[in-house]
């Protein structure tokens, strides 16, 4: 079965440091790997995007990466601060399921000052 | 531009009622879905649509009905309500190449 996984448990970093989140899936083929931001109470809300056929995506002070053959990405936040603590989620295109979205249950990342 | 919208934001239902959940979006979205999220359980898929007039099953379909009468509208029924069917209702939309624009979200609560 298809299976998307995220460390299970919570990241504690401190402020300036930088945070590294990791994604793993098996029985996937996905055109495209994204990570959202999820607040308390609240929707996720859409980071970056990474296509199948790129190695590393960046935007500001987050970077993904997309490694096909060991089916993982990782997320980094560098230089952190407070105001990034949430939860992260990644996401993967369901297949043959309209490009519906396929989530991690999420790592809680907190970053203390 | 108001992104996705949910109505209502909070409701309590009695086992056995009946109600519809209301998303609208105005980004001219051909997809749309709807999603649950429980505790340890994230984001599960319930039911999805890729245009107007079309609607599909997700990973947890049971106990729910969808319709999509206009592109810009999705709408989540729950014919009668059991209590585990308490969660958190969250509607999604998006273009294929582009990431996922979520809606605030509708705490519905089954006593």
């Known amino acids: 079965s298809q299976k998307i996984e995220q460390n299970s448990e919570a990241l504690n970093i401190q402020e300036g440091k930088t945070a590294t989140l990791t994604c793993n899936y098996t029985n996937y083929s996905p055109a495209y790997l994204q990570w959202y931001r999820q607040d308390p109470g609240r929707g996720p809300v859409f980071l970056l995007l990474?296509?199948?056929?790129?190695k590393e995506k960046r935007k500001e002070r987050l970077k993904v990466t997309f490694d096909t053959t060991l089916k993982q990405s990782l997320f980094h936040i560098t230089a952190s601060q407070p105001a990034d603590s949430a939860t992260y989620l990644c996401a993967l295109d369901g297949e043959g399921s309209g490009y519906a979205l396929n989530f991690g249950k999420g790592t809680s990342l907190l970053v203390t000052p | 531009n108001a992104g996705v919208t949910q109505t209502p934001k909070f409701r309590v239902l009695k086992t056995g009622q009946s109600m519809t959940l209301l998303c609208a979006q105005d980004?001219?979205?051909?997809?749309m879905y709807w999603y649950r999220q429980d505790p340890g359980m994230g984001l599960r898929l319930i039911h999805y649509s890729v245009g107007e007039g079309t609607t599909a099953k997700g990973e947890v379909p049971d106990g729910y009905n969808v319709s999509r009468l206009k592109k810009q509208n999705f709408l989540l029924g729950l014919e009668s309500a059991a209590p585990s069917q308490t969660s958190v209702y969250f509607c999604?939309?998006?273009?294929?190449?582009?990431?996922?624009?979520f809606g605030p979200g509708t705490r519905l609560t089954v006593l």
């Open positions: 990474i296509r199948e056929n790129e």
């Open positions: 980004m001219n979205h051909e997809y």
């Open positions: 999604a939309s998006r273009d294929p190449d582009r990431g996922g624009y």
